[in-house]
């Protein structure tokens, strides 16, 4: 792919397109295959693939890759300093009875595995953090399982070129992560039953783990119970010694259940230690510690007097919100987008205004997969407002060679 160079010497990369395309004729197959909900007139709830988006090795590898590697490691760099800066965990709400289970997490170097870093990019410059999904990210299936299928099923049906490829090495790197993390006995896997998105997250990663060659049960966490010796137990009365939950630490630690976590000699994936990095009081820490770097946008705490140096339109963001609840875009003092949500009472925090990409009223994210904190693939939800919410529809990407 051609390349131009500016008068400074910088490569200028092409603009990252949105393609209009077919449905494959097996979509109502591959929906039922998969367990998804499907109709005539709208096709499958949340996915979309009337159309695709383009990116090049280039872009991916320049790009997406290096940003996504270089800001997990300034992130580590921010839970270092919170173990010994306790006002790192008075800023992002963390309650004090829970910066010893944080901190042994860390020392004890507690191992993570997924995440997905959201970003606001176009192409042709470095792609913007908009936040970080460290603790219970979705969208997983989609992104390293349906998106490959509708890949493979479109160059078979001719309507991609066999010479693309696209960024997804998501499954196999859970697979090869859950071989080294060392989990020793049953791995436990819970979520919230009722939340559909969320179980059928936690079905997938068992199933990577069980081709990892772990043995798994999976458990309602409503289910998960107390045993005399203060430790958690299964339905059936077995100890959990090690749980992956797709549950916020949050909501944990502000729950009855999160006073047993500190004696319940569990290990837990995502470990505590992530829950620095897992709300948006994450972009304020890393623009004090690292102000400039060109994959941040300038961010601060609501209160802080330095809020003042945002001079353009900002966004405001509960630190515990979710799925585009209770942002705001703001201009000159009045809001000119917003979304409901639960998260009224904050606290929050206000980044600088960075648009996403607008291709004819259709907005996309761009997620990046991190696996063992090295990016390994990419999902695209796009919406119809600058605000991502919980209707916006994965659009699949390819790789142009």
Request: charged content about 25%.
């Given at each position: 792919m051609d390349h131009s160079v500016d008068a400074s010497g910088q490569q200028q990369h092409d603009s990252v397109k949105r393609v209009i395309t077919t449905p494959r004729s097996s979509l109502r197959d591959a929906a039922l295959k998969h367990q998804f909900e499907f109709s005539l007139e709208t096709g499958i709830p949340f996915w979309d693939e009337s159309a695709y988006y383009t990116f090049s090795h280039q872009q991916i590898e320049e790009h997406i890759i290096k940003s996504a590697e270089n800001i997990e490691n300034m992130c580590f760099q921010v839970v270092e300093r919170?173990?010994?800066?306790?006002?790192?965990?008075?800023?992002?709400?963390?309650d004090r009875c829970y910066w010893d289970l944080i901190a042994n997490s860390w020392n004890d170097k507690e191992r993570n595995l997924l995440g997905r870093m959201d970003f606001a990019y176009n192409g042709k410059g470095l792609p913007k953090?908009?936040?970080?999904?460290?603790?219970?990210?979705?969208?997983?299936?989609?992104?390293?399982?349906?998106?490959?299928?509708?890949?493979?099923?479109s160059i078979d049906q001719g309507l991609l070129s066999s010479s693309g490829d696209q960024f997804n090495n998501i499954h196999e790197k859970i697979v090869e992560a859950f071989k080294t993390i060392g989990i020793e006995s049953i791995l436990h896997l819970t979520a919230n039953k009722d939340i559909e998105d969320d179980w059928g997250t936690i079905e997938y990663i068992a199933d990577c783990a069980i081709e990892a060659g772990l043995l798994t049960h999976l458990i309602d966490i409503t289910d998960i119970?107390?045993?005399?010796?203060?430790?958690?137990?299964?339905?059936?009365?077995?100890?959990?010694?090690?749980?992956?939950?797709?549950?916020?630490?949050?909501?944990?630690?502000?729950?009855?259940?999160?006073?047993?976590?500190?004696?319940?000699q569990c290990k837990f994936i995502e470990p505590p230690w992530r829950c620095v990095l897992s709300n948006k009081g994450l972009l304020p820490i890393l623009w004090e510690m690292f102000e400039g770097h060109p994959n941040l946008l300038p961010a601060y705490f609501t209160g802080d007097p330095e809020i003042e140096k945002i001079k353009s339109s900002s966004v405001k963001k509960p630190i515990f919100g979710r799925q585009g609840a209770n942002i705001a875009i703001e201009r000159n003092g009045q809001i000119i987008d917003s979304r409901d949500g639960p998260y009224t009472n904050g606290p929050f925090i206000k980044q600088e205004f960075y648009s996403l990409p607008d291709f004819k009223g259709h907005f996309p994210v761009v997620g990046c997969w991190v696996v063992a904190s090295r990016a390994v693939g990419l999902g695209v939800r796009e919406d119809t407002n600058l605000i991502?919410?919980?209707?916006?529809?994965?659009?699949?990407?390819?790789?142009?060679?």
């Open positions: 919170a173990i010994t800066d306790e006002t790192i965990f008075q800023k992002i709400g963390i953090l908009l936040e970080y999904n460290a603790d219970t990210p979705t969208t997983l299936y989609e992104s390293s399982i349906f998106q490959w299928e509708w890949f493979e099923e119970g107390l045993g005399d010796d203060d430790r958690f137990s299964d339905t059936d009365g077995k100890p959990i010694a090690e749980l992956y939950k797709l549950y916020p630490w949050e909501w944990i630690l502000a729950e009855e259940f999160g006073k047993n976590v500190y004696r319940s991502t919410g919980n209707k916006a529809n994965f659009i699949p990407h390819i790789v142009e060679n």
